[in-house]
């Protein structure tokens, strides 16, 4: 089965500095996707960023890019300039690609906390 | 158009009643997915519909729960005698069309729903 991880509880970061959210993931699955979902306090759930692992190239959307290092199963997200509407659980997913309808397995959550 | 819907938004249930959650994902939407998210954790898989065929339940976490989705639009997750331990915001999620793996093929983005905050005392 596959497994995802994110060893940070809790990050802060001050405006406009940069920060890291680490997230490592199990697979026996050679094709499959990557995400970064961000969740506000009391709001939605959205994308923020998706890496296909057939991609050597990290995705980047904006501030928000990605290191993904597919040989040690580890995908991390950088948030530059980071704003005060930054702050919020983030959630590293995966969903194994080939004739997989799109089930994602999340893993626990990083809270982002911005400091003015 | 509107994003993915659910109600009630906040459900109080005593322990040993039914409850019925209702969600109205995105019109023309194919796939729809149900996740259970306990407090500071992340969501976890509880079944997937591809129009009205429920197609996974793996996840569901024990025969009180049953969900469907039958004219392949608006899906119903219902618990049945609930415990404490349902306790947890129940998302929903909606897709245009199942993702496929194939290099350059588009994945279709999940979109997720408010939730409902079940609490059982």
């Known amino acids: 089965a596959q497994t995802v991880t994110q060893s940070q509880p809790e990050m802060s970061v001050q405006e406009a500095e940069t920060v890291t959210l680490s997230c490592t993931y199990d697979t026996s699955e050679s094709d499959y996707y990557l995400f970064w979902y961000k969740q506000p306090p009391s709001r939605q759930m959205i994308l923020v960023i998706r890496?296909?692992?057939?991609?050597?190239q990290n995705a980047t959307e904006n501030r928000f890019s990605v290191n993904f290092q597919k040989a040690a199963k580890s995908f991390s997200l950088k948030i530059s300039d980071s704003q005060l509407g930054d702050a919020a659980m983030y959630f590293c997913?995966?969903?194994?690609?080939?004739?997989?309808?799109?089930?994602?397995?999340f893993g626990q959550g990083t809270i982002l906390t911005v400091h003015p | 158009g509107a994003g993915v819907s659910q109600s009630p938004r906040y459900k109080v249930a005593k322990r040993g009643q039914d409850v019925a959650l209702r969600c109205d994902p995105i019109s023309g939407h194919v796939s729809l997915f149900w996740y259970q998210q306990a407090l500071g954790q992340g969501p976890e898989f509880l079944t997937y519909?591809?129009?009205?065929?429920?197609?996974?339940k793996s996840g569901l976490p024990s025969d009180r729960f049953f969900a469907e989705r039958p004219e392949g639009s608006v899906s119903t997750l219902k618990i049945q005698r609930t415990q404490q331990e349902d306790s947890a915001v129940y998302l929903c999620?909606?897709?245009?069309?199942?993702?496929?793996?194939?290099?350059?093929?588009?994945?279709?983005?999940?979109?997720f729903g408010p939730g409902t905050r079940l609490t059982v005392l």
């Open positions: 890496q296909e692992a057939y991609k050597q």
């Open positions: 997913a995966y969903n194994a690609g080939g004739t997989s309808y799109g089930k994602l397995t």
């Open positions: 999620a909606s897709s245009y069309a199942s993702s496929r793996g194939l290099a350059g093929a588009v994945y279709n983005e999940q979109f």
């Open positions: 519909f591809q129009n009205e065929a429920q197609l996974d």
